[in-house]
């Protein structure tokens, strides 16, 4: 393990760090950016350890200051610029940054209210703080549960370097090669994986700010070799290879396709290697753990497996007692549960609920539900909760969006469920009691409302209006009931 954490960016030479919508940034210029970064925030008063808000806006200043708090030892809290007035209030009062970061738009200097916003800083010449790989935080990122607002994991600079290194020795990664994603930068998988991934490896970043399946797979014709998506983006881009050649041709030269954040059915994985002759390498980690297991590069790739534990970490099965009764024999069913430098600190201010997720051995309950074989590879079969939703690799509360829609004038009470979709993974889908039955509100008024309170990515893709919703005795929705009464596949 590199005892730095950027360990690309120590050389500061020319080689390309980061390509940002095709724009080429080399190290060294990386470098001296996030230094001036690094001098403006210690101008401001912000000190190591404290909070900084990053707007993720598509710009190359939001890379910046994202590598510049890393250096610096500012803990990163990205935000999605997209996020609703009622989780950005959470958010800031949850995290309290000492000011928050915007890139050239502003735009979002208003949205934070009394906290200070720091706009691009200009340049300057000064190199940044080399980062140690220290048990002290790096980043807070939100995440949903199945009820109340979003929990901040804090995750340290040892939990991410960690994994990161474990993740390069799976799939091999190296300094030729070009990492292409075109993810959100305010979750793992586009922020670790994707950006301090690259860093760390010595591979370049190669960041679409869309996702355009014809325009991401032109960036491996044009030199990036791995690319990093989550299913539904895999999904669009089997359609687009099916109907134009150049779009099968371009993901043929990839040297690794990655998928996670949500299941890849195995119906895709066909479709893809049919159309391209690539098998995709799948893996499967949570924001609290980071990535648990993997198909290794020279792994014999099998659809439906997520591949074995990562160096590091260690992955086992247990029983409703938590106890590791699960034999792995490719059948049995039982939670995972991971244990490793990569588990993350606790939720921020919430130690009942990081003790109800992890025991005094430090043994992380994740709530998905799997079978492993005898080699340890994990196929993941579903998950504890039914009022968590993974939406396009969103994880979502359903308890999230109907008290987002219970705040409508117009709704009685709602109910909030994931459906199958072929895209999607699962689709919210929301059914509402309307206060007055003459007078239902238009459901793109409720999708418009909900996207004003929370992150547009949360927002129901259908609205049903019942007269009442189906409860049993002791008045709990019955989301079965609910679930069996109507939306179908699609
Ligand atoms: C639509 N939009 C609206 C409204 N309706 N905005 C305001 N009001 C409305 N009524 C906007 C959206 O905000 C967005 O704006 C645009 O319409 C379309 O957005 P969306 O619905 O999200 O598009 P989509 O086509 O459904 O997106 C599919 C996607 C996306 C590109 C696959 O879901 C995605 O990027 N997923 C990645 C998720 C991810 O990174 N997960 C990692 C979690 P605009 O066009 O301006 O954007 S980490 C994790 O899971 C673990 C650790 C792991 O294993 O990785
Ligand atoms: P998040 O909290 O957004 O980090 O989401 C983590 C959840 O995504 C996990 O608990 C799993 O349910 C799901 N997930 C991530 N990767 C995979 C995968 N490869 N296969 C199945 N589920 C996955």
Known sequence: MS??????????DDAPALFVDRRVVSRA???????AHAAVLASRGVAPGDHVGVWTDPDLETFVALVGNALYGAVSVPLNPQLG????EHVLADASPKLCFSGPRRAHAARAGAIDTLVSPS??????????????????????????APKGAVLTARNVASN?????????????????HALPMFHVHGLCLGLFGALRSGAALDWSSRFDPASLAARIGDGATVLYAVPTMYHRLVDAAERDAVVARDLSRARLLVSGSAPLSTREFHRIERACGQRVVERYGLTETLIN???RHDDARRAGWVGRAVDGVEVALVDDHRSPTIAADGASIGEVRVRGANVFDGYLHRPDATSAAMDGDRWFYTGDLAVMDGDGWVKIVGRRATDLIKTGGYKVGAGEVEAALREHPSVQDCAVIGVDDDDLGERIVAYVVARDELERPASDALVAHVCGLISAHKRPREVHFVSELPRNAMGKVLKAALRASGSTRR
């Open 85 to 88: 007035a009622r989780e950005l």
């Open 164 to 180: 990161l290194d474990g993740l390069a020795r799976a799939w091999g990664l190296r300094e030729s090669d070009r990492i292409a």
């Open 123 to 148: 340049e300057g010449a000064s190199l940044p703080p080399s980062r140690l790989v220290d048990d002290r935080p790096l980043l807070v990122l939100y995440t949903s549960g199945t009820t109340g």
């Open 293 to 295: 297991c993997a198909v």
């Open 3 to 12: 005892s730095t954490l950027l360990s690309s960016l120590d050389s500061a």
């Open 29 to 35: 210029e990386l470098a001296r950016a996030a230094g």
